[in-house]
């Protein structure tokens, strides 16, 4: 089966997919923290905080799904082989 070159743009967008996984990584811990921080003080300071960092957090998130449209059009490759790519590969 052929497949066409993946565009320019596809790299450019895996690379800032990339850049918002590294961003996205080191949160993971202060979301936690702050919400531990926050169930266990239940003060306004660390609601506040904790918010300010889950959303940090969301939008980075929400950043990295919207690239996924994107990347699929720019990989070059048919639905098909995307379709299998989608399937879920569990041994057993």
């Known amino acids: ?16 997919a990339k850049q918002i996984q590294e961003g996205l990584t080191p949160l993971l811990p202060k979301v936690a ?27 980075l998130v929400a950043r990295h799904g919207a690239l996924d449209e994107e990347i699929r059009a720019a990989s070059g490759l048919p639905d098909e082989a995307l379709a299998e790519l989608d399937k879920p590969n569990i041994p057993g």
């Not at 596809?10 to 690379?15: D, G, N, P, T």
């Not at 266990?40 to 905080?49: F, G, K, L, T, V």
């Open 1 to 16: 089966m052929d497949y066409d070159e993946p565009s320019e743009r596809f790299w450019q967008l895996i690379e800032e």
């Open 33 to 59: 923290e702050a919400r531990r921080r926050y169930m266990r003080s239940r003060s306004e300071a660390d609601r506040i905080e904790m918010e300010r960092v889950e959303g940090e957090a969301r939008e």
